[in-house]
């Protein structure tokens, strides 16, 4: 008689998710502020972003996702409710994204190692990742943003002003 086996199904992953979907939202309002108080994210912006620009970025296969739409010269943070975009950042696993939202490997360090890759315009992308290290910067203590960019922007007494309002209006507010 022969034996049966069981097909093999990887356990799911429920506090990295968990943790990936904190920081995805946590990642979208710091964006949605940062556009619109930060002069430098408001600038790349302005430069690559039509009206109606979608964003998305998506954990393979079923995991989280982080949307952002261009409105008025801003990104809003639209959740998880886009299916589609016009630029789609994709996670090969929750595991890479883990890595990446939880600053233990840098963007550049997760392209390099084929653990994201990309949809749409690459000029747009590289665009975005100067967005997302200046709102890193923001977002991380020094000790940590150090580590993963390269050349850090500049945290002068105005930067600090853009890293208050993100902290206490844009990410508990959203606004």
Known sequence: MRKRYMPF??????????????VCFILGRGLQAASRVDAD?????????PEGFTI????????P?????SRGGMLRFRGTSLD?????????NIDNAFMMFTAQM??????????IFVKGDISVSMSLIRCLNIVETHL????????????PPSMGLKKQFCRLYIY???IPIGI
């Open 9 to 22: 199904r990887s356990g799911k992953k429920h506090f990295k998710t968990f943790v990936v979907k904190c």
């Open 41 to 49: 994210v408001r600038r790349e912006i302005r430069e690559w972003i």
């Open 56 to 63: 998305l970025f998506k954990v393979w296969p079923e995991g």
């Open 65 to 69: 996702r982080l949307g952002l739409e």
């Open 84 to 92: 589609d975009a016009d630029l789609v950042i994709y996670f090969k």
């Open 106 to 115: 840098g963007v550049p360090q997760a392209f390099a190692e084929h653990r």
């Open 140 to 151: 991380f203590p020094p000790i940590i943003y150090r580590r993963i960019l390269r050349r």
């Open 168 to 170: 206490l209006v844009g």
